[in-house]
């Protein structure tokens, strides 16, 4: 029932852009935290952007400064605008919808690859 799709991922050039896109279907969008994760080869994921319900935002230093999240409750999506990509941004971003901090409202989609080379 509950579905998180992104999209918007690809290849792209070192200093290049991309806008992450997550449709969210199956629960009350405007009641849960959403968030953009990602996963290197070989390294944790991490969460890299965060916007709660009332639109406030948090950032990975890494990413500080160079991304946005944005969230459209009219039509249950989350954005994540990435400027000024580099190398070491390549990884597999998670889209995570979560309810109050709980475990048992915590949904995540499949990923969307991102990759930065020349």
């Known amino acids: 029932q509950v579905q998180l799709v992104e999209s918007g991922g690809g290849l792209v050039q070192p200093e290049g852009s991309l806008r992450l896109s997550c449709a969210a279907s199956g629960f009350i969008f405007r009641n849960y935290d959403m968030a953009w994760y990602r996963q290197a080869p070989a390294k944790q994921r991490e969460s890299v952007a965060s916007i709660h319900t009332s639109g406030s935002t948090v950032y990975a230093a890494s990413v500080k400064g160079r991304f946005t999240i944005s969230r459209d409750n009219a039509k249950n999506t989350v954005y994540l605008q990435m400027n000024n990509l580099q190398p070491e941004d390549t990884a597999v971003y998670y889209c995570?919808?979560?309810?109050?901090?709980?475990?048992?409202?915590?949904?995540w989609g499949q990923g969307t690859q991102v990759t930065v080379s020349s």
């Open positions: 995570n919808a979560n309810f109050r901090q709980s475990s048992r409202y915590d949904y």
